[in-house]
């Protein structure tokens, strides 16, 4: 159990961190942000594990794991994975998320026409299937519903475009894609 409360721990600290590092990022090298902010934490996380004692003061004894190897790994995979997590959703939705984007511009006008889109992104006949197999995949999934030639959001889109919009502003990121 100790493994899991540091894990939970750095975890939060490693947001914290990231949330620094790729607000003073400038390059937009973003993996080079939330790579430093891993490492720490995870240099963290060992260090505290290796320092802090088995019951970190408080935990009763059957939470106590009988191996402190087994609990140190554990620990380190649950933070690895949702470290993983949080970097997937960040980076698709806030630094370079291309559908996330097409959300928020739907959101922000009511509804666009494919037209529009090609016109906003600067799109030529060749990369038109980009934007076509986009707009397919996100009406498929729910996000979006097309009328006539118009598309518009459907609430769960609305969703994800207010959510999107809010960690660009967070991070202080223009647009993806």
Same mark, same amino acid.
């Given at each position: 159990?100790?493994?899991?409360?540091?894990?939970?721990?750095?975890?939060?600290?490693?947001?914290?961190?990231?949330?620094?590092?790729?607000?003073?990022? #400038? @390059? *937009? +090298? =973003?993996?080079?942000?939330?790579?430093?902010?891993?490492?720490?934490a995870? $240099?963290?996380?060992?260090?505290?594990?290796?320092?802090? !004692?088995? @019951?970190?003061?408080f935990? !009763? !004894?059957q939470?106590?794991?009988?191996? !402190?190897?087994?609990? $140190?790994?554990?620990? %380190?995979? &649950?933070?690895?994975?949702?470290?993983?997590? $949080?970097? @997937?959703?960040?980076?698709?939705?806030a %630094?370079?998320? $291309?559908?996330?984007n097409?959300?928020?511009?739907?959101?922000?006008?009511?509804f666009l026409?494919?037209? *529009?889109?090609?016109?906003? =992104?600067?799109?030529?006949?060749?990369? @038109?299937?980009?934007?076509?197999?986009?707009? #397919?995949?996100? #009406?498929?999934?729910? =996000?979006?519903e097309?009328?006539?030639?118009? =598309?518009? &959001?459907?609430? +769960?889109?609305? &969703?994800?475009?207010?959510?999107?919009?809010?960690?660009?502003?967070?991070?202080?990121?223009?647009e993806?894609?």
């Amino acid at each position: 159990m100790k493994s899991v409360l540091l894990a939970i721990v750095f975890f939060v600290t490693s947001i914290f961190f990231s949330f620094i590092l790729l607000r003073a990022e #400038k @390059d *937009q +090298k =973003y993996l080079r942000s939330f790579l430093a902010a891993y490492v720490g934490a995870v $240099f963290g996380y060992t260090v505290l594990f290796l320092i802090s !004692p088995k @019951d970190v003061g408080f935990l !009763p !004894p059957q939470l106590i794991e009988s191996n !402190p190897m087994v609990g $140190f790994w554990n620990g %380190l995979l &649950l933070f690895s994975l949702l470290f993983h997590c $949080f970097v @997937d959703v960040t980076y698709t939705t806030a %630094l370079t998320g $291309f559908a996330a984007n097409l959300l928020i511009l739907i959101a922000e006008y009511g509804f666009l026409t494919q037209k *529009q889109i090609e016109e906003m =992104y600067r799109i030529n006949q060749m990369e @038109d299937q980009i934007i076509s197999r986009r707009l #397919k995949s996100l #009406k498929d999934a729910c =996000y979006i519903e097309e009328k006539g030639t118009t =598309y518009r &959001l459907r609430p +769960k889109g609305l &969703l994800i475009a207010w959510v999107s919009k809010y960690l660009q502003k967070l991070y202080r990121t223009s647009e993806g894609g």
